[in-house]
């Protein structure tokens, strides 16, 4: 199946800890990008990444770090887990120069206790 | 920095009924987008909206847009229970082309 696989689906971690969530997409797409939905649902972008720059949305903590192994795979480092990471975390990808619009995963569930 | 506004956040509404679901955004957005979520899942692309005065239609839904008023649309035609959502709307800004979403709206389709 071609689609943006996330995985753990759901994480639940203590405070301090340091987890990764890991994405990969098989569409061929340039671009990934992670977003975070709150609890009021609000999603919000962190990083957009390509082969040629990474974007960093300024309000994301510097204990978020995206880590690119390859063009198909985006994944999400996090390091010292607070309280407030508690959200459910999506990755997507388009492609830039040709419009096929996005393509979301799943979400990781992070339940920070 | 491009900032969407979505209202209403919350619409409950009779099967049967008619009604519209509002996107304003703050400055030039390279295409307009309409999503759909249901509980626990994933982000579902409705429509792509590319130039102004696009209208697009599935079902009982139809999107539009305005770009000069910086406004659009999504209007639900007769809904039905299966329509119940949360619906956001997002543009589109910047080298990377990240989606600026707006607050969703929570549709409830009473019967």
């Known amino acids: 199946d071609t689609a943006v696989s996330q995985t753990p689906k759901y994480l639940v971690t203590q405070m301090g800890n340091d987890k990764s969530i890991k994405c990969e997409q098989n569409l061929g797409h340039d671009t990934m990008y992670w977003y975070k939905q709150d609890s009021k649902k609000f999603l919000k972008i962190m990083f957009s990444y390509n082969n040629k720059e990474l974007i960093i949305n300024e309000t994301v903590p510097n204990r978020f770090s995206p880590k690119s192994p390859d063009k198909a795979h985006l994944n999400l480092h996090i390091n010292s887990l607070e309280l407030g990471d508690s959200a459910v975390y999506f990755c997507a990808s388009s492609h830039l120069d040709r419009f096929y619009g996005y393509t979301f995963g799943s979400g990781t569930r992070l339940t920070v206790v | ?111």
């Open chain 2, 1 to 111: 920095e491009l900032k969407v506004e979505q209202n209403p956040l919350f619409l409950s509404m009779q099967e049967g009924k008619n009604y519209t679901i509002y996107c304003n955004y703050s400055t030039t957005s390279d295409r307009l987008y309409w999503y759909r979520q249901d509980p626990g899942k994933s982000l579902e692309s409705l429509f792509v909206l590319l130039s102004n005065g696009a209208v697009k239609q599935e079902g009982r839904l139809m999107a539009s847009l305005d770009t000069k008023a910086r406004l659009s649309t999504l209007h639900i035609t007769a809904a039905v229970h299966d329509l119940s959502a949360t619906y956001f709307c997002a543009g589109e800004s910047g080298s990377a082309r990240q989606l600026t979403f707006g607050s969703g709206t929570q549709l409830t389709v009473l019967p």
